[in-house]
């Protein structure tokens, strides 16, 4: 899950070389943070959220095979 964030995240933003994800697990519960450079910020989250919500739905959507909950947080 971490490697398909952190490829969506990079075709979106300017400054990929600062995109960064870090992977908290938990049981069956896995939190994905996605760090951006400030500047990309705007990008990744999209007008009315938009683009993270896309995000995690592929997310969820790639987690379900696994039998584990996936949450990505932009921070």
Do not use: F, W, Y
């Given at each position: 899950?971490k490697?398909?964030?952190?490829v969506?995240?990079?075709?979106?933003?300017?400054?990929?070389?600062?995109?960064?994800?870090?992977?908290?697990?938990?049981?069956?519960?896995?939190?994905?943070?996605?760090?951006?450079?400030?500047?990309?910020?705007?990008?990744?989250?999209?007008?009315?959220?938009?683009?993270?919500k896309?995000?995690?739905?592929?997310?969820?959507?790639?987690s379900?095979?696994?039998?584990?909950?996936?949450?990505?947080?932009?921070?």
């Amino acid at each position: 899950m971490k490697e398909l964030v952190e490829v969506i995240a990079k075709a979106l933003v300017e400054h990929p070389e600062e995109v960064t994800v870090t992977e908290k697990e938990e049981g069956k519960h896995v939190t994905l943070e996605l760090h951006v450079a400030a500047a990309d910020m705007g990008k990744v989250i999209g007008k009315q959220g938009r683009i993270a919500k896309a995000i995690r739905s592929v997310v969820k959507a790639a987690s379900s095979k696994e039998n584990k909950k996936v949450d990505v947080e932009i921070v």
